[in-house]
């Protein structure tokens, strides 16, 4: 299979680590400068995927669809970039078999690449404090292009910078926007089964059901590694 595939891209936030403590005290300290009471983490954790801007509207009304005020947006938004920006990697913690995953997959010299929704310079500064950066040809954020995921663009992007077929660039992640920007893209979806989706409900929709799931990243080198004759 390694013939096929061309490169690796990944989500961030719930494929290659858990930033949900540090978004978390971030929506926190963003309600408590605007004088509202603390969330729990796990309803901080619901509202993550769709980019930070998104996330904000979501804490500071507590509500999936909720949409802030303007003015209230603006404060928000300025109070959570400040904080988090200082504390982006306080508690995140890249999961316990990424590098290793990482590693096995550069060993087969596939370019790896990043396509999150969070913004481009947060999720540098995120991958850099993590010592993850050293892994990635490219880093495509939520800002870095006129849309981001679910839209195939990021994907199409990172097929025309790394010069591959779209077609041959595996999306790995563990929501629905992963999913679906790799079936737009007509790139092959990965499911995480360890991050913040729920894949085994998102696996149940034809349109949201990944090509394969993985339950940790090393999975995907025993996918693509090259077979020993007695293997085939």
Avoid at 163 to 175: E, H, K, L, P, Q
Avoid at 200 to 221: F, V
Wanted: overall charge negative.
């Amino acid at each position: 299979m390694t013939t096929q595939i061309q490169a690796v891209a990944f989500d961030l936030d719930g494929t290659l680590c858990d930033s949900i403590p540090d978004l978390a005290a971030a929506a926190n300290a963003m309600r408590q400068t605007l004088g509202m009471a603390a969330l729990p983490d796990a309803a901080v954790q619901s509202y993550v995927g769709d980019g930070i801007g998104v996330l904000v509207h979501r804490a500071l009304t507590d509500n999936p669809q909720g949409t802030a005020s303007d003015a209230q947006w603006q404060q928000g938004y300025t109070a959570f970039i400040q904080h988090y920006a200082d504390h982006i990697a306080d508690h995140t913690r890249a999961y316990p078999e990424t590098e290793a995953g990482l590693g096995l997959l550069q060993s087969l010299r596939i370019p790896l690449a990043v396509i999150t929704n969070k913004n481009e310079i947060l999720a540098v500064k995120l991958l850099k404090a993590l010592k993850l950066d050293g892994y990635f040809s490219i880093v495509i954020g939520g800002d870095t292009l006129p849309h981001k995921k679910p839209s195939p663009e990021p994907l199409r992007h990172v097929a025309q910078v790394l010069g591959v077929n779209v077609a041959n660039i595996i999306m790995v992640g563990d929501s629905k926007n992963d999913i679906l920007s790799a079936k737009a893209a007509g790139s092959i979806a990965v499911g995480v089964t360890f991050g913040y989706g729920d894949m085994a409900q998102l696996s149940q929709n034809p349109a949201t059901k990944p090509d394969w799931t993985i339950n940790a990243l090393p999975d995907i080198y025993a996918h693509l590694r090259p077979q020993k004759p007695e293997e085939e």
